[in-house]
């Protein structure tokens, strides 16, 4: 069984955080990516680098999967997986996208679609319904939903 646990933005687990996850809305609706290597849907993200904060990681994947070009972005949680014994640490993200450009060629994005709520084919469905739900909360408690 997977639990997903939500702590402050500013929350530091004893342990490194390993993933930055950004939730994208542009022009009113979600963007949604898919990896080149799968036919399922994520949320955008991935690995903090060594030399990485996770909000320098959070910039670097949401133009590298999505191709954002000015955006505001803002951390709303840092959270946990705990998964077959493991617990693994992110920083959750809110990115509101003005300007979209290409995909770079360096990315493992084959596509993005927008949409008005999660997919049903998605790449982590044990982890990022949990995300995405957090991400309509935080909205809900700015009253910008």
């Not at 950004?22 to 080149?36: D, K, P, S, T």
């Not at 955008?44 to 999967?65: F, N, Q, V, Y």
């Not at 770079?104 to 949409?115: F, L, Q, R």
Request: proline share 4%.
């Amino acid at each position: 069984m997977t639990e997903v646990n939500f702590y402050d933005a500013t929350y530091i687990p004893e342990c490194k955080l390993t993933y930055s996850v950004i939730a994208v809305i542009y022009n009113g609706e979600w963007l949604f990516v898919r990896h080149q290597d799968r036919s399922t849907w994520e949320i955008a993200g991935g690995h903090i680098e060594k030399s990485e904060t996770p909000l320098d990681a959070a910039r670097r994947e949401l133009m590298e999967e999505t191709g954002a070009l000015q955006y505001n972005i803002e951390c709303i949680a840092t959270y946990s997986v705990n998964k077959d014994g493991k617990t693994g640490y992110g920083r959750l993200f809110l990115a509101e996208v003005q300007k979209l450009g290409s995909i770079p060629d360096i990315s493992e994005i084959a596509e993005v679609k927008s949409g008005a709520s999660l997919p049903e084919n998605l790449t982590y469905p044990d982890i990022q319904p949990h995300l995405f739900r957090k991400t309509l909360e935080y909205l809900k408690e700015k009253g910008k939903i």
